[in-house]
Antibody, heavy 117, light 107 residues
Framework: QVQLVESGGGVVQPGRSLRLSCAAS????????MDWVRQTPGKGLEWVAL????????YYADSVKGRFTISRDNSKNTLYLQMNSLRAEDTAVYYC??????????WGQGTTVTVSS | AIQMTQSPSSLSASVGDRVTITCRAS??????LGWFQQKPGKAPKLLIY???SLQSGVPSRFSGSGSGTDFTLTISSLQPEDFATYYC?????????FGQGTKVEIK
């Protein structure tokens, strides 16, 4: 079945880095755009970044631009989010999603990132 | 960035009620709007895309309408499994932006 599984979350000190991964299965990964969405504790959803199916275009939220990098390895069916210079406000559950022309139709279960000293 | 203003932020309703949630964009977004449902501890689920198209497998009691700046999600007859938080999302321009959410609670 179509599935996305995130990993790589954890507790990290402010200013440090972390890389999230999202393993895709059950569909042709290299045919779809993918993105990351986060949700801060008890708060709403925030779109973070998107990458085209072939990796040629990437887009970011203003809050992470210059600090986060989205990438993908289509040979491994895996999406990544490299997060540098982490801040307390980056603490959230991070979801990867599959992006179709009409929206985010498949979501992972999420991985939790906590930025704290 | 386009701002999405969702209202109300919460509402109480009974099973069988008709429920309406609205989302207003700070500028025109044609019909590039989706609605998501999220239950506690779970990932969001796509309900409606392109403002009014029902995602496969979503019950027909859910419907969406609107275009330009004003959009509505309607649940025609609220069911026990519909108590959740609902979010709109504009995917017209980057950065994509969500509304702040509407929590639908049991009266």
């Amino acid at each position: 079945q179509v599935q996305l599984v995130e990993s790589g979350g954890g507790v990290v000190q402010p200013g440090r880095s972390l890389r999230l991964s999202c393993a895709a299965s059950g569909f042709t990964f290299n045919s779809y755009g993918m993105d990351w969405v986060r949700q801060t504790p008890g708060k709403g959803l925030e779109w973070v970044a998107l990458i085209w199916f072939d990796g040629t275009k990437k887009y970011y939220a203003d809050s992470v631009k210059g600090r986060f990098t989205i990438s993908r390895d289509n040979s491994k069916n895996t999406l990544y989010l490299q997060m540098n210079s982490l801040r307390a406000e980056d603490t959230a559950v991070y979801y990867c999603t599959r992006v179709r022309e009409y929206g985010m139709d498949v979501w992972g279960q999420g991985t939790t990132v906590t930025v704290s000293s | 960035a386009i701002q999405m203003t969702q209202s109300p932020s919460s509402l109480s309703a009974s099973v069988g009620d008709r429920v309406t949630i609205t989302c207003r964009a700070s500028q025109g977004i044609r019909n590039d709007l989706g609605w998501f449902q999220q239950k506690p501890g779970k990932a969001p689920k796509l309900l409606i895309y392109d403002a009014f198209s029902l995602q496969s497998g979503v019950p027909s009691r859910f419907s969406g309408s609107g275009s330009g700046t004003d959009f509505t999600l309607t649940i025609s007859s609220l069911q026990p499994e519909d108590f959740a938080t609902y979010y709109c999302l504009q995917d017209h321009n980057y950065p994509w932006t969500f509304g702040q959410g509407t929590k639908v609670e049991i009266k």
